[in-house]
């Protein structure tokens, strides 16, 4: 069985509504509290307090005079929050992410709801507190005879409503296939493939960049604290929604074409955050795709994200390269790899067989050979011999040499 989540919209009724905000409101505040109580104990007693203990700090804060609205909302979504900044904590001391932010009302919002906090009867969900059914857009029908066994209900900042279900399903594998694909991530063309194909960045940011600097430039005029400007920083989320919608509906449909088409897929292991820094190229990889945020921020990572699980999903053999691996300088048909290869050469030929190669299919070329010498026989595509002969080589250009006797 695998986790699949179905997100759809919905349009809340305005008592919905006020249950939903205040919900959010209310995790949102025990996010907070809890986040700035752990970070105050460190500071103060070098004490680290864990999730049993917020949880009990929730049950006092509910007692008190001036937080007694905690008690109106349902409080599995309260614990929810609790649990996910636990889980934040763990991936700040685990070194995969950073220290955890206070949350914004601003940013939108959403809550999680268990089993235990809602009912799904009749193909229609009913969330604690709440006596009606929420209006949902059934783009998609749930797998028959599955119940979801979470619901995530979230606020965006442009003003849309959704809600995501989290289901267990069993996915059927697809037929085994004879293709193998190697992928090179660019900036002038979002991917080349080893089969000689490029296909185009779609550069969606730059088609509403006019809208967007034009709705930015309202927002900036108008006072701050006033009705008007809550109304232009609606419109700046709503340019920025249709940018990540026009993103993320791209990358979908060019993921799940290439795991249907191909049996093993190979790409590179960039380090997207490193390589943004680039103050000439950031815009450009931030524009190739995105993650799911408002900002626009590099999307090869997304892109990389959804081939793997994807893969994962449906029996295809996804492999990862080493980030050093030197795809572009390295001659596909000889193996010989010139010592600089700047990014406005986009063809070379090769000074030792004089094979022409374009830039961008030779890479992807060279990154499906190595992937499948790394899936066949575990080899190492970045030997230490290779890096000892190369310093060897460095070294050596350094040095004077000494006259022959």
Known sequence: MTQKAFKYRFYPTPEQETLLRQTMGCTRLVYNRALAA??????????????????AMLTNWKKQDD????????????????????TAFSNFFAGRAKYPNFK???????????????????????????????????SRQLPQGIEPSTITVKLSPSGRWTVSMLVDVEIQKLPESLTQVGIDLGITSLVALSTGEKIANPKSFKAKKAKLSKAQKALIRKQKGSNNRHKARRKVAKVHAQISDARNDFLHKLTTRLVRENQTIAVEDLAVKNMVKNKKLALSISDSVA????????SWGELVRQ?????????????????????????????HIVDKLPLNIREWDCPKCSTHHDRDINASKNIL????????CGANIRPDSLKAEGQLQKTRKGKKQKPKS
């Open 104 to 138: 914004k009302k601003h940013n939108g919002g959403n809550a999680e709801f268990t089993s235990s906090a809602f009912k799904f009867r009749d193909g229609q969900i009913f969330l604690a507190k709440s006596p009606t059914a929420l209006d949902i857009r059934w």
């Open 291 to 298: 993650l799911a945020s408002l900002r626009a921020s590099a």
């Open 307 to 335: 081939l793997e699980y994807k893969c994962d999903w449906y029996g295809r053999t996804f492999i990862k390269i080493d980030r050093w691996f030197p795809s572009s300088k390295r001659c596909g048909h000889c193996g």
């Open 38 to 55: 752990r970070t105050q104990a460190w500071y103060e007693d070098q004490k680290r307090v864990g999730y049993i203990e917020t949880s």
């Open 67 to 86: 937080l007694q609205f905690l008690n109106d909302v349902s409080s599995v979504p309260l614990q929810q929050g609790l649990r996910h900044l636990q």
């Open 369 to 376: 050979a190595a992937g499948l010498a790394v899936s066949v």
